[in-house]
């Protein structure tokens, strides 16, 4: 197992630092950068060199990544912001609670509502509940978030005025993005708690446990849902590293102060090193949700584990 860990965090670092780079030339090439935009429209091309000049955006990429790169992996320097000026490590840390909530809140919703529905489905297969279970999960994976961000807009906030459209504060706020949020996952988690209480339950070991005289919520409780719901563990924890992901978007239309209006912010501002700050940090935190998840897995499965070794 101590093998197996050792490749994953190698693997890891190697993935976090392809990414960065990613990032980094993408934001290089995109076109504009932070000197025009701070310097504004009628500044004069003398004056736009200067200022990049004196921000170091003229000097070579290789030299501009190794440098970052270099004081973030050293000293934990990520910058300073080249729009405020303040610290990129404290604008992350301001905006990175927000985001976790969110993230946490739509994750519980999701686990909630797909397991609920994918047990209802699984219970009565091909019956109406099954189709309309079905149905509804079909619908929420198509949907686009955005789509159903403005349909709870206009249904909750400007036609029952029971929601604020936008911001933060309250537990009010916070329902319509983490619903938003939560309506995919739920329903992959919904389909996949589905198909795998259906498999189990056609088990030889579950036949031949109702064989043995064993009540059918005994055989549910003692042998299907341990093992139909082992899946979904797997599920949840990449479902929670995509939500933090996720969330960019869901954040920039409610205007939730998280990381993600944070780095939607920066990459229109061509603001360099909160961009690379916020890869910088989301990534290795999804990146070891889904470790977390399979050394989990791995403890719970012995097939698993018998694998990793």
């Not at 924890?237 to 939500?243: A, P, Q, V, Y």
């Amino acid at each position: 197992m101590s093998g197996y860990l050792v490749r994953r965090v190698a693997a890891m670092v190697v993935t976090a630092l392809a990414v960065s780079f990613v990032a980094y030339v993408g934001l290089t090439f995109a076109p504009g950068d932070a000197a025009e935009m701070l310097i504004g429209e009628n500044a004069s091309a003398e004056q736009v060199a200067a200022l990049r000049s004196q921000m170091r955006l003229d000097a070579p990429l290789w030299e501009r990544y190794g440098d970052y790169m270099g004081r973030a992996l050293t000293r934990g320097d990520l910058g300073q912001s080249l729009v405020s000026g303040r610290r990129v490590t404290d604008l992350l840390m301001e905006r990175l609670l927000p985001t976790l909530i969110l993230a946490l809140v739509a994750m519980g919703l999701a686990t909630i509502l797909g397991l609920a529905v994918g047990l209802l489905a699984s219970a009565r297969p091909g019956s109406r509940l099954d189709l309309l279970a079905v149905g509804g999960t079909v619908l929420g994976l198509a949907l686009p978030p955005y789509w159903v961000a403005l349909l709870l807009v206009m249904l909750f906030s400007i036609h029952l005025g029971w929601l604020p459209v936008f911001g933060s504060g309250t537990l009010a706020h916070l329902v319509m993005p983490a619903v938003t949020l939560a309506l995919p996952t739920a329903a992959v988690i919904a389909r996949l708690v589905r198909s795998s209480v259906l498999e189990v339950k056609s088990a030889d070991f579950v036949r031949t446990a109702l064989s043995k005289g064993l009540t059918p919520n005994r055989v549910l409780f003692q042998h299907v849902l341990p093992n139909g719901l082992l899946p979904a563990l797997t599920l949840l924890g990449l479902n929670l590293s995509h939500l933090v992901g996720g969330a960019f978007v869901v954040e920039t239309i409610f205007a939730w102060p998280g990381l993600g209006r944070l780095t939607v912010q920066a990459v229109f501002d061509r603001d360099v090193p909160v961009v690379m700050g916020a890869v910088l940090l989301v990534v290795p935190l999804c990146l070891g949700i889904n470790l977390l998840v399979d050394l989990l897995h791995a403890a719970l499965d012995p097939r698993v584990r018998h694998e990793a070794l």
